[in-house]
Every structure is written in C-alpha cells, then in structure tokens.
C-alpha cells in the first residue's frame, strides 16, 4: 500500500498528464461521430453571448450583400405569386412555397460559420424557446446548408454539409436515382455526391436536389450542379462532384424546415427496424 | 492575488478573446488561421507548479474547443506542449534553465526562436492529427501543418516583440 501511495505521489505530474490527455481525447473521439458531440459545443450560454455579440459588430459589414440577396429572394417570390394569380387551379393550393403542407419555415441568423476545417459547425442565434429542435433541416433561399444537430434554449448549432460526419439524401433532378452527399475536406464550394448507380445518365451542368426520403428535407430543394463525375473503381457507381448554389463562407440568414409529420412518420418506420 | 498573477489571468483573457474572435475568422488563403493563444503557455512563469499549469492548459484548450465545435484536439494539444515544456526549455537553453535563471523577456533572438518554433511544431502536429483523424490524409496534415506554423511562428514572434516588457 505505502509503494503505491510512493508511486502515486512520485509520478503525480505524468498521471495527471495522462488522465487530461485521456479526457481530451475522448472529446475528440466522440465529436468524431456524428449525434453524440454535444458535451464541447459552442451552444452554452457563454460561447453563444460572445459570438452573438461579436456578430452584432461585424453584421453592419455585410448588410449591402444580405439586402441585395433578400432583394433577389423577393423578386423571385414577387414572380412565383403573380403566376399563381393568374392560374386559378394553383389559387386554392397557395402555401409558402411550393412544397406539401407539412412543412414550416423559421427563420435564423448565423452567428458563427466555420469551413476550414474538416468538420465544421454553423451556430445560429434560435434554438428550443423557438421550436427549433435536433434534426431539423436548414436551408437557405439557394439551397441547404446543413441538420440541426443539437439546440439549447436561445442556441441552435448545424452540422454544415461542409463535415465529414454530415451524409445527406440527394439524387438527380431529372430522375428517380439517389445517392449521400459527402465531403472530401478539400474546397468549401464543391461537395460529392456518391453512389449514384451507373445506370443514370449524367451530364456536366445538371442540377442535384434533395430527393425527400427522410422526414428532414422537402423534396426539390437546390444543392448544386455537377461539375465532374467518374465511375468508381469497380465501375458500379459515380463519384460526382457538385459545385454549391449557397457560398458556403457568405451565409446570413437561413431558414429551418420543421415537418410536422416527421413523428408519424418515424412511429410508422421503427417496426421495421 | 499579486501583481503577477493578475498579469497572468489578464494575458489568458485577452488571448482567449483575440483568438476566438479575430483569428479564428482570417481564414488566409482560403484554410490558414494562427494560433497565437498558445503564447500563453510559451511565456508562463518557469516555476510554476506543475499541476497547476497542466491544469490551466488543458482548461485553456479546451475553451478553444467550446468556441471551435472541435471536440477535444486543442485540449490534447495544449496539455501535451505543457507537459513538454521543460524538454522544450532543457534543450534549447540548457544550463540557464537548470539553474532557473531564466528569463524569457531578456533572451536572443535565435534561442526565442528555436523555443518557439518547437513548441509551436509540437502543437499544430498533434492539433491537425486529431482535427483530421485519418491517416490516410497525411499529406493533408503535413501540409495544414507546416503552413499553419509558419504563420503561427511569424505572428507569435512579430506579437513577443511588440509587447515586451522593458524590465530595464
């Protein structure tokens, strides 16, 4: 027993090296896998406060582009509604968008987006007081952004489509072939969209949409265009490169997509699991 | 609390701040950011007590990780170059260490550098090891790596000289 307690205390410094290396390290390891780093997030209430009030100052430097964007985003919506006028079947069905009923649109400002690393997260200043919730897709007027990973009250974080944990539906606007998008880490504009079966006829400039076979995305929402693609290596499916609609290093506003169906939709899938 | 660990706790605050809210955001050429708060631990006192500092160091870490979603890479950094830290000391300044005369405001040029550049190779190894955690992109870590140095070196020296203090 006294050689232990002499050990103890002989070595206290590389013990206690060891055990905070150790305490690290499974930080790291758990935000390696996706849903399960909620432990180290920017979402507390202090990380939050900081980069709120940061964003708060660096806001005014970007308001000339959000205005031009928001601008754009009417003028399309002006367009969409003066065509629905006219058409009096579409009359009856008018919504927000385009999209079925179920699903509703909350806005959000990002406070905090990275995309230079490999994993990267986008902090928006909404979380549960206004009904945002883990697993709710974000978009922006172009296009996605990324899921809401894990929310706090006044904090929501998104797992950016720019992570290597992020694997999102997508398929082809012209057919019915799906495959995940997935990121390689290398330039925050192109992602890849892989296991697209060879059997799809594919062309440079074609438009890839989010395909609405999970509760998280509607169907028809805009990623990219394809601006290379290969077959794999045993030639049974392509490895597409897609180049963004959203620049993902200029995001002000973004909008997340609440189904209100997806818990009668996921109580009907869990039998089969 | 004395007057220098107030100089202590004010240099981790402000380091904290600059990093997160200004350096984090540079992005140079499209991925580079420095990581300067480790200063922090490259100018702590010599005589420090040990736990302490490991201690503080991991903390510093892993605020840095709060702030970056990064899980724990900065922490496990940040405790590794604390624990090496006399290895670092030994070998650059051999004997003046070892008789804890050292000053780290009055040294020269090149014994500062060669302590920095360790110190700030050590770091960014393991930081990008663990930030991309797959061998199979090692190309990828030694290049994020020795970019990220250099420019963490140059700025960290460029910010040791501008705010020295005249003991004089």
């Known amino acids: ?273 | 609390m004395n007057r220098d660990a107030a100089l202590q706790v004010g240099r981790f605050i402000i380091l904290v701040l600059t990093q997160v809210m200004i350096l984090n955001h540079i992005n140079f050429l499209g991925y580079l950011n420095p990581y300067i708060y480790i200063i922090f631990i490259l100018l702590a006192p010599i005589n420090i007590n040990k736990s302490l500092f490991l201690f503080i160091s991991f903390f510093l870490g892993l605020i840095m990780d709060v702030f970056g979603d990064s899980g724990g890479i900065h922490a496990a950094a940040c405790t590794i170059i604390a624990f090496f830290r006399p290895v670092a000391l030994r070998s650059v300044f051999g004997l003046s260490y070892e008789f804890q005369t050292l000053k780290l405001s009055n040294l020269g040029f090149g014994e500062r550098f060669a302590y920095v550049t360790l110190m700030v190779l050590t770091h960014h190894i393991v930081l990008f090891s663990l930030e991309i955690f797959n061998f199979s992109h090692i190309l990828l870590i030694a290049k994020k790596t020795l970019f990220t140095s250099l420019f963490t070196i140059v700025i960290t020296m460029l910010v040791l000289v501008l705010f020295r203090r005249n003991d004089s």
Not at chain 1, 72 to 82: A, T
Not at chain 1, 93 to 100: E, G, R, V
Not at chain 1, 138 to 157: A, H, L, M, Q
């Open chain 1, 1 to 273: 027993m006294q050689q232990i307690i002499n050990f103890l205390t002989r070595n206290k410094h590389s013990l206690l090296f060891l055990l905070l290396l150790l305490l690290s390290l499974i930080f790291t390891i758990q935000s390696h896998s996706y849903h399960r780093s909620k432990f180290v997030s920017s979402t507390n209430f202090i990380s939050g406060g900081v980069y709120g009030w940061q964003h708060s100052v660096s806001d005014y430097f970007r308001l000339k582009k959000e205005n031009e964007r928001l601008l754009d985003e009417n003028e399309r919506l002006h367009n969409r509604l003066s065509a629905l006028a006219i058409d009096s079947v579409a009359l009856k069905h008018i919504d927000t968008l385009s999209f079925d009923k179920p699903y509703t649109f909350i806005k959000a400002r990002v406070i905090k987006n990275d995309y230079s690393k490999i994993d990267n997260y986008i902090l928006i200043n909404k979380g549960e007081k206004d009904s945002i919730f883990p697993d709710m897709g974000v978009i922006t007027d172009k296009g996605i952004i990324g899921i809401i990973e894990n929310t706090t009250k006044n904090y929501g974080r998104i797992i950016s489509i720019l992570n290597s944990n992020s694997r999102i539906n997508a398929g082809l606007k012209k057919s019915d072939q799906y495959g995940s998008l997935v990121w390689n880490g290398k330039d925050p504009n192109i992602v890849q969209l892989e296991t697209i079966p060879r059997q799809a006829i594919l062309k440079e400039g074609d438009t890839i949409i989010t395909h609405g076979r999970s509760t998280i995305f509607p169907r028809g929402i805009g990623i990219g265009t394809i601006v290379n693609y290969k077959l794999n290596q045993n030639k049974s499916y392509y490895l597409i490169d897609v180049k963004l609609f959203n620049d993902m290093t200029n995001i002000g506003f973004v909008y997340s997509i609440k189904n209100s169906d997806a818990e009668e939709i996921k109580s009907l899938e869990k039998p089969n699991l």
